[in-house]
């Protein structure tokens, strides 16, 4: 069973920085596109950042030059680096897992962690 699991959010003032992790278990963690997704109060859950199989990235245009998205295959575990953090970066921030889901497309993506709040203050 797939089970993914995010922690690393909390509150921070705005320029500051997180680092969000996200632990996949039950399945071979290199074979699956990872991506992360975010969904403030009231609004659809957005697309912020994904990393391929191979290790290519993507990111929203609101993220780019601020957000990095990496993993490391051995400890089956995605991350995102959020720096110069805006207080509309506010939102729970979900993992998600899928073959050939690399890419902006939420449908695309099988399997998803329960979230982590980020709460960015002015």
């Known amino acids: 069973q797939v089970q993914l699991v995010e922690s690393g959010g909390g509150l921070v003032q705005a320029g500051g920085s997180l680092r969000l992790s996200c632990v996949a278990s039950?399945?071979?963690?290199?074979?699956?596109?990872m991506g992360w997704f975010c969904q403030a109060p009231g609004k659809e859950r957005e697309f912020v950042a994904s990393?391929?199989?191979?290790?290519?990235?993507y990111y929203a245009d609101s993220v780019k030059g601020r957000f990095t998205i990496s993993k490391d295959n051995a400890k089956g575990t995605v991350y995102l680096h959020m720096n110069t953090l805006k207080p509309e970066d506010t939102a729970v921030y979900y993992c998600?897992?899928?073959?050939?889901?690399?890419?902006?497309?939420?449908?695309?993506?099988?399997?998803w962690g329960r979230g982590t709040q980020v709460t960015v203050s002015s």
């Open positions: 998600a897992a899928g073959r050939g889901a690399y890419g902006s497309n939420s449908y695309n993506y099988n399997y």
């Open positions: 039950g399945y071979t963690f290199g074979t699956y596109d």
């Open positions: 990393i391929s199989r191979s290790g290519s990235t």
